[in-house]
């Protein structure tokens, strides 16, 4: 006899479950689904406890817009964004060979979550993020170099929350909180 199949991703996070209910939100203020619908799949959102329920619930609903991801590519050089620019959703940026400068001090953040991908060859990274921005990196993998990360003292929760991951061959990540 053969045991039911377990859904393999994991558990569902704070933030999936947030930016599902945001989906639902946007869905329902463009006249998408009616409020009787949004009551109903509002609370499968905050209810389920796998993925495929959460999928379920989001059945139908329009995809987000194409430009929640953006790409930033160079084979060699300097990548560099700075001053008043617009953070994507899920932002990835791949170089070979070259350094990589984001300062998001004074960017435009419209998401909760901002997901920063890398992969880096050589070359190292700086990344400066907001003051009260929550910095989660546990999905970072470091080859060569650590990385050169402190929580800032008196850091309070609540501000946007930035996660890095990816991969770093030969160069170093340093993060900061911008000062202002």
Known sequence: MTSPQEDPLPRLSEDDRETAVQRLQKAYAEERISHEEMDERLGQVLTAKTHKELASALAALPVEDP???STIAAAGGRIQRRGAWRVPRI??????????????????????????????????????????????????????????????????????????????????????????
Do not use: N
């Open 67 to 69: 430009d929640t991801t």
């Open 91 to 180: 932002l990835k940026v791949e170089s070979a060979y070259g350094r990589v400068r984001l300062d998001l001090s004074r960017a435009v953040i419209e998401h909760p979550v901002v997901d920063i991908e890398l992969q880096l060859g050589t070359g190292g990274a700086k990344i400066t993020v907001p003051r009260d921005a929550v910095v989660d990196v546990d999905g970072l993998r470091t080859g060569w170099k650590d990385l050169r990360y402190e929580t800032p003292r008196g850091s309070r929760p609540g501000g946007r929350k930035i996660r890095i991951s990816g991969t770093m061959g030969f160069g170093r990540l340093k993060i900061r909180h911008a000062r202002r």
